[in-house]
């Protein structure tokens, strides 16, 4: 069974840093697409970040520069490092799996249950 575990959410101050994780089981890291999505009140899900199955990495103009993506495929695990936080990436995180890597949300297979990052002095 495909299961999709978030870790590592909670308040930030602006400008600070956190790092998301997401623990895969049923399958390993190695052979599927990894991706970050994040939804804000009142907004549609969005990607953020994909780590294809070869390690190739995507990111979204809005967080380029500031987050970064990587797996550790011993632990089974992908992270999301995030940086220079703003009050604008304020969301809940999700982490979703597929063959490829997609930032189209109807596209990912296999979804966590998300965790609230909140950036706020």
């Known amino acids: 069974q495909f299961q999709l575990v978030e870790s590592g959410g909670g308040l930030v101050q602006p400008g600070g840093s956190l790092r998301l994780s997401c623990v895969a089981s049923g399958f390993t890291v190695d052979y599927y697409a990894i991706g970050w999505f994040r939804q804000a009140p009142g907004k549609e899900r969005e990607g953020v970040s994909c780590i294809s199955a070869s390690g190739g990495t995507h990111y979204a103009n809005s967080v380029k520069g500031r987050f970064t993506i990587s797996r550790d495929i011993a632990k089974n695990m992908v992270y999301l490092e995030m940086n220079s936080l703003r009050p604008g990436d304020t969301a809940v995180y999700y982490c979703?799996?597929?063959?490829?890597?997609?930032?189209?949300?109807?596209?990912?297979?296999?979804w966590g249950k998300g965790i609230l990052v909140t950036v706020s002095s």
């Open positions: 979703a799996a597929d063959v490829y890597c997609s930032f189209d949300v109807r596209v990912m297979e296999y």
